[in-house]
């Protein structure tokens, strides 16, 4: 409902329909709903147990690393199964609040959660902006899209666009069959799972020029899902495929929704 206001909203002139929405729906923090003075953040305590991802990490996989143990020095799981994206990162670990705001996004018609959650992956992924990728999307097969009525990694894509002045190309990859939903898998039946479950789209893929892929997706559990998805970019003549998540499994942390 408060989506659907802000969209209404949208044609008034933006003090009369900010004041009118704060009436109605005074701001909150995302995560608890705590009361707030500006709208669209976390409230300090929220923020606080964020743990955003920064260096030392594993370049390649994105994993944050207790101790820095050298420069380009490579996680062992990236050793020992190198994955076909050339990097990975992710705003956040995978914990209580980012759990909030990714199901909230993904199962709770929140769609403007994608702004906040955009604007710490931005962040996270500076390192790839220079080179003026496209920003593409995980897409969902279109039953379980219209099931939920929107793409919640296209929320977050379209709005990484947005703050970098890159473009969104969602059509790039496309899903070929349903899979099932990935929660409770073990890691082998996730790949298995979705192994040749994406495809490029020959059109969209005439558009593509030869620009790298920044890949986005909203959690990176085992990584099948985009493993998945950049072999299909790269089968059909993507040269170089990045990946951004908001948030990201770590040993020992919160299990994915």
Request: charged content about 20%; some cysteine.
């Amino acid at each position: 409902m408060r989506q659907r206001l802000r969209q209404a909203a949208a044609g008034v002139p933006r003090a009369v329909g900010r004041f009118v929405l704060d009436s109605l729906y005074p701001p909150v923090c995302l995560a608890c709903e705590a009361p707030l003075a500006d709208a669209d953040t976390l409230c300090a305590q929220c923020f606080g147990k964020l743990k955003p991802i920064t260096a030392p990490l594993c370049p390649r996989l994105g994993l944050p690393f207790a101790v820095s143990i050298g420069p380009g020095a490579l996680s062992a799981e990236a050793i020992a199964d190198p994955p076909p994206f050339e990097s990975a990162r992710s705003a956040v670990v995978y914990n209580e609040v980012a759990r909030t705001l990714v199901s909230r996004l993904k199962y709770g018609d929140r769609p403007e959660l994608a702004r906040y959650m955009a604007r710490l992956m931005v962040q996270a992924g500076a390192g790839f902006w220079a080179e003026k990728p496209l920003i593409v999307p995980v897409p969902l097969h279109p039953t379980r899209q219209f099931a939920r009525r929107y793409n919640q990694s296209a929320e977050l894509a379209v709005a990484i666009a947005r703050l970098t002045g890159l473009r969104v190309d969602a059509a790039l990859i496309r899903r070929t069959r349903r899979t099932r939903q990935q929660v409770g898998l073990t890691h082998d039946a996730r790949a298995r799972n979705v192994a040749g479950a994406f495809a490029a789209h020959p059109e969209a893929l005439k558009r593509h020029g030869g620009r790298g892929v920044v890949l986005v997706d909203d959690v990176y559990t085992t990584g099948a899902t985009l493993k998945a998805a950049t072999r299909a970019l790269k089968r059909a003549g993507v040269g170089r495929v990045d990946v951004l998540t908001f948030a990201r499994v770590v040993t020992g942390g919160e299990l994915p929704i």
